[in-house]
């Protein structure tokens, strides 16, 4: 069955960085594009991106521009999310997703806490 | 603000009717964009719970029905259940964004 693990809670301080994993597994890792989301506490949900494990390609959403990074790794079937620049209002939870057609989204991540503190 | 706009909260109780709204515009929803809906309970991931518009995966069970018309779409929930009881998020693409967008998020209560 499809499955996707992502790593443990992260806290940082503002003004520094963070990188976060989603191993995936129970489907062709190249079949389907995969999105990061947020959910910030008591908020709904946000968007972040999109990364095509095949050819890595990515596109953010614009908020996030030249703060993220997505990539992947092939090999281990791993999706990461790097955030710079952290601020106290990037506290939330972060989900990876599988992706389906333009787009709905049939897999998630248990996600990730990110609490930036000082 | 969220480009998607329901109801914070709607209830009923057990064995009845309750609809969720979804209000978008000519960007998203009016452009000819799916409606997808999600169940979340507190402290766990999202579930998918419709796609494009009015079809359900495998397993969630056929109380839950949605509908879209023009810029807006409704989840409808019928006999409703106290394991009904969670927030439901309506999301489909906007155009002009080209990103996924979401609604705030829905409430329901089981009274």
């Known amino acids: 069955q499809v499955q996707l693990v992502q790593s443990g809670a992260e806290v940082r301080k503002p003004g520094a960085s963070v990188k976060l994993s989603c191993e995936a597994s129970?489907?062709?890792?190249?079949?389907?594009?995969m999105h990061w989301l947020r959910q910030a506490p008591g908020q709904g949900l946000e968007w972040m991106g999109i990364?095509?494990?095949?050819?890595?390609?990515?596109s953010y959403a614009q908020g996030f521009r030249g703060r993220v990074i997505m990539t992947r790794d092939t090999a281990t079937r791993t999706l990461y999310l790097e955030l710079d620049s952290l601020k106290f209002e990037d506290t939330a939870v972060y989900y990876c997703?599988?992706?389906?057609?333009?787009?709905?989204?049939?897999?998630w991540g248990q996600g990730t806490l990110l609490t930036v503190s000082s | 603000q969220s480009l998607l706009t329901q109801p914070p909260s709607v209830s009923g109780a057990p064995g009845q009717r309750v609809t969720i709204s979804c209000t978008g515009s000519?960007?998203?929803?009016?452009?000819?964009?799916?409606v997808h809906w999600y169940q979340q309970f507190p402290g766990t991931a999202p579930k998918l719970l419709i796609y494009?518009?009015?079809n359900r995966p495998s397993g969630v069970p056929d109380r839950f029905s949605g509908s879209k018309s023009a810029t807006s779409a409704s989840l409808a929930i019928t006999g409703l259940q106290a394991e009904d009881e969670a927030n439901y998020y309506c999301q489909s693409h906007d155009r002009s964004l080209g990103a996924s967008v979401f609604g705030g998020g829905t409430k329901v209560t089981v009274l």
């Open positions: 997703a599988r992706g389906v057609e333009l787009y709905y989204f049939d897999h």
């Open positions: 990364i095509n494990p095949s050819g890595g390609g990515t």
């Open positions: 129970g489907y062709t890792f190249n079949d389907f594009f």
């Open positions: 000519t960007s998203n929803i009016g452009a000819g964009y799916d």
């Open positions: 494009g518009n009015t």
